[in-house]
């Protein structure tokens, strides 16, 4: 039997079994921290695009509400009585007087609506967060050789249909958001 020595290379062993250099080091720090970096932004960004869309679909379902509960209501009234550039009063029904009230300071939008026979009056807020509204009104017969037009008018009781244009926003992360655009709607009364 043989024996034979046998010997291992220290330097080899030596580098096969070192840590990590300094520069090493620093290099995969950096990139960690591009890759970091990069995941926040990343999530800020989402982070704030979905609050953005919430607050769109939130301030859009209250501007569509409004709007059926106005609709639903001027095309039943028998007429307007009273038309102002932030308050719009129509005849409802015998005895019953509705009106629309816009307050700038509160930036809100409210419903009245007053029985004088039964003396009981129900008051609903339509719209919070409102910048702007603006109320027209047209009468009744449309003008020749245009689509869908029709003249203004100054006086309640010619008006046969009404205008609504309003913008809502709301502070979200620091900035106001609007609403995709400007709603509005023209309004016929049925009844007139």
């Known amino acids: 039997m043989d024996f034979k020595t046998t010997s291992t290379n220290r330097i080899a062993c030596k580098a096969q079994s070192r840590g990590v250099t300094f520069i090493e080091f620093m290099v995969a720090s950096a990139l960690s921290s591009i890759v970091l970096l990069a ?32 609709t639903k209501d001027i095309r039943q009234c028998e007429g307007l009585t009273n038309a102002s550039a932030n308050k719009l ?40 967060e409102c910048d702007f509204l603006e109320f027209a009104i047209f009468k009744r017969n449309p003008l020749g050789g245009t689509y869908d037009q029709y003249p203004t008018t100054v006086e309640a009781t010619n008006c046969k249909l009404v205008q609504l244009n309003w913008v809502c926003s709301r502070q979200l992360l620091g900035m106001r958001a609007h609403t995709e655009s400007v709603q509005s709607a023209k309004i016929v009364i049925r009844r007139q």
Request: aromatic share 12%.
């Open 39 to 70: 995941l926040g932004s990343l999530s800020y960004y989402s982070a704030r695009t979905f609050a953005s869309i919430a607050n769109y679909t939130d301030l859009d379902n209250k501007s569509r509400g409004a709007l059926d509960v106005m």
């Open 89 to 128: 009063e129509f005849n409802y029904a015998p005895n019953v007087l509705l009106s629309y009230l816009y307050d700038s300071s509160l930036k809100t939008l409210t419903r009245k609506l007053a029985n004088s026979a039964t003396g009981v009056t129900t008051t609903k807020v339509l719209l919070t």
